[in-house]
């Protein structure tokens, strides 16, 4: 009977080390959180709020001495304050103590905390009701869309053609993105890869990589391939694909993420391997997220390649770039109302397909 | 002849859940085992530790005097293609067409690169046909699996695990999402299975009407513990609320 106690007993320990273990992960996390937001807090009253509004200094006196020296203070508040688990943080990771303290410290300064930043918000846009009702800003206003209503209908079959370029690049960018997102998308699915632990490196990396590319704007890509290939569609071109790649790759791996795991349980259930689960039970749940993505990812370039345009990637963008620096207004008329009207078709008809294949 | 033997299984999954403590029990061949419990009680989790479709965290499991707890690779995917699961909402793949589904039953025995490209023998065709042929729905072959009703895709399913030739088939709750007449041809085709080809089954039900019908023995499961075991006919009005509770009442299904 003892030897039955023990067996039993073990489980219950796995629980309890399980816990433990948890509970020391959330402590340290709710630390760090803890002296961030009391950073944070410092830095924001101090700087924009105190020196900015109410002093009205128009350039901040900076020193790494000041920022170091209000750091320590708030890892030392921060630290006390999540090991006497009545901190937000705490609350955040649910493991503060359940009590009065704990109830109006976290209301208080989530108050706080969302109220200094929306001011501190305020104060650095440099929000000014006065520069929207001046009657010069409101002139000049005026004369732009005048222009767009009268545009200037001579230069119809040049923008045309660019904006047939334009439309060309984003299609061969989304295209030539197809194969690799593909690729990496399966790296780059959590509920594939979290298996074993190399497998999870290589979608860590990947991850991090990947989002490293999307947080840089095609814009920016458009900058440096033009100084890499020459300034042109082609450097226009290489930058849609690139973020292309990055964002519709994070895209379909969330599809891959998102799939009904019943499948999978049932394929990986008859002894297939990994190979077989992916392509018989994976793929043909993702085929249509896919193709949607895809076909909505090309209407999106369309936009994005008339941006590009305007730092030397090809198309409608550069002839746009071009009349606004000649400051010919009803030319930048015709152009816009072009771009606006093939966004428009191009939104509806990407729709449309969307809708006709699910 | 001794198929399966647990001893002393333990479940605990990783956000502290204790599904099973201490399950031991034997299946002999030909059996038709049918397990019963409340939702939550750890039937599923019991089916899929079998068939290690999750890692059990300690105890043993037996398959053919074979230890199989921690098999792992190849070894693992030997073993479940040896066993075949049904589950409570079919898993097909829906835009396939039923004989591709029933197909895939057989993909842990053939290459990689022929499943790849769908390149099947005529043999494996035969046998898809003749499994479809069991559960009476080899008309409806080339027709894309959503399109059929609830019934006709758990046959297909069924289909599906005979197409692993297995040595035990796994059904998870098969008819829950059921209405009960099609409950009772689905369990028709169990027992044809168990009868006909003298295949183990072992069966997670709700319905006692099923399982007094079906079942040559009865385990009941509460809160991840066996707390009956013997035949379905001496399962009586105490033992049933035992089982599930004081205030449940026995729903009849025909």
């Known amino acids: 009977m003892i030897q039955n106690n023990e067996i039993n007993l073990i489980p219950q320990k796995i629980i309890a080390d399980k816990k433990k273990i948890e509970d020391k992960f959330n402590l340290a996390k709710a ?7 009391v950073f944070y807090s410092i830095i924001v009253v101090q700087r924009a709020i105190y020196l900015k509004f109410i002093l009205d200094k128009s350039d901040l006196p900076f020193s790494w001495h000041q920022i170091f020296t209000v750091f320590l203070v708030s890892i030392f508040i921060g630290t006390f304050w999540a090991l006497s688990k009545t901190s937000l943080s705490c609350k955040l990771f649910g493991i503060a103590n359940d009590n009065k303290t704990t109830k109006w410290t976290v209301e208080i300064f989530a108050w706080f905390l969302f109220n200094i930043t929306f001011i501190a918000g305020w ?3 440099k929000i000014s009701i006065v520069s929207i009702f001046s009657s010069e800003g409101i002139h000049g206003a005026e004369r732009l869309f005048g222009a767009m209503f009268h545009p200037q209908m001579g230069i119809f079959d040049d923008s045309l053609f660019a904006m047939i370029e334009t439309i060309y690049i984003a299609l061969i960018a989304t295209l030539i993105s197809i194969p690799p997102t593909l690729i990496l998308s399966f790296f780059t699915a959590r509920n594939l890869m979290k298996d074993n632990k190399i497998s999870f490196a290589v979608y860590y990396i990947l991850r991090i990589i990947l989002n490293f ?12 391939f033009s100084v890499w290939v020459g300034i042109g569609p082609f450097a226009g071109m290489i930058a849609l694909l690139v973020h292309t790649i990055a964002s519709n790759a994070k895209l379909y791996s969330e599809a891959i993420e998102g799939i009904e795991q019943g499948p999978v349980e049932a ?18 749940q ?23 345009g305007l730092v030397g990637g090809g198309g409608i963008g550069t002839m746009l770039m071009q009349y606004q620096g000649l400051a010919k207004w009803r030319e930048v008329g015709l152009i816009i109302l072009m771009i606006a009207f093939v966004v428009w078709i191009m939104d509806y008809i990407s729709a449309k397909i969307r809708e006709a294949i699910y | 002849m001794m198929l399966l033997e647990i001893k002393n299984l333990h479940k605990i999954y990783d956000n502290g859940t204790h599904a099973l403590k201490g399950i031991s029990l034997h299946v002999n061949e030909g059996e038709f085992l049918v397990v019963i419990g409340l939702s939550g009680s750890g039937k599923s989790t019991l089916l899929r530790c079998i068939n290690r479709l999750i890692e059990p965290t300690s105890g043993s499991i037996k398959f053919f005097d074979k230890e199989i707890t921690h098999v792992k690779g190849e070894e693992l995917r030997k073993l479940k293609s040896q066993i075949g699961m049904v589950f409570q909402q079919f898993n097909l793949i829906k835009r396939r067409s039923v004989l591709s589904n029933v197909i895939n039953g057989k993909l842990g025995k053939l290459s990689t690169f022929d499943t790849l490209i769908e390149r099947y023998s005529d043999e494996v065709y035969k046998e898809a046909y003749s499994c479809l042929d069991i559960v009476g729905i080899s008309d409806k072959a080339k027709i894309r699996a959503d399109s059929l009703s609830g019934g006709q895709q758990q046959r297909v399913a069924i289909a599906r695990s005979l197409m692993q030739n297995p040595k035990l088939l796994l059904a998870d709750e098969p008819v829950a999402s059921l209405d009960p007449a099609t409950s009772n041809s689905i369990m028709q085709y169990f027992e044809k299975v168990n009868k006909e080809f ?14 007094r019908r ?30 599930y509770g004081e205030e449940a009442e026995e729903v009849e299904i025909r």
């Open chain 1, 31 to 37: 630390i760090f959180l803890d002296i961030f937001f």
């Open chain 1, 213 to 224: 590319v999307r947080s840089i704007e095609p814009l920016i890509w458009a900058i440096i």
């Open chain 1, 267 to 284: 394929i990986s259930a008859t002894g297939a391997n990994k190979i077989q689960v992916v392509w018989h039970a994976v793929v043909p």
């Open chain 1, 286 to 308: 993702i085929v249509l997220p896919f193709l949607s993505f895809t076909i909505y990812r090309w209407d999106i370039n369309v936009r994005m390649a008339t941006i590009i």
């Open chain 1, 123 to 125: 104060i650095v846009t």
């Open chain 2, 198 to 211: 003298g295949t183990t089954v072992i069966c997670n039900l709700h319905f006692l009407s099923l399982v």
């Open chain 2, 214 to 243: 079906y079942a040559t023995r009865v385990i009941a499961l509460k809160a991840g513990e066996i707390i009956y075991e013997g035949l379905p006919s001496a399962i009586d009005e105490s033992w049933f609320k035992t089982i």
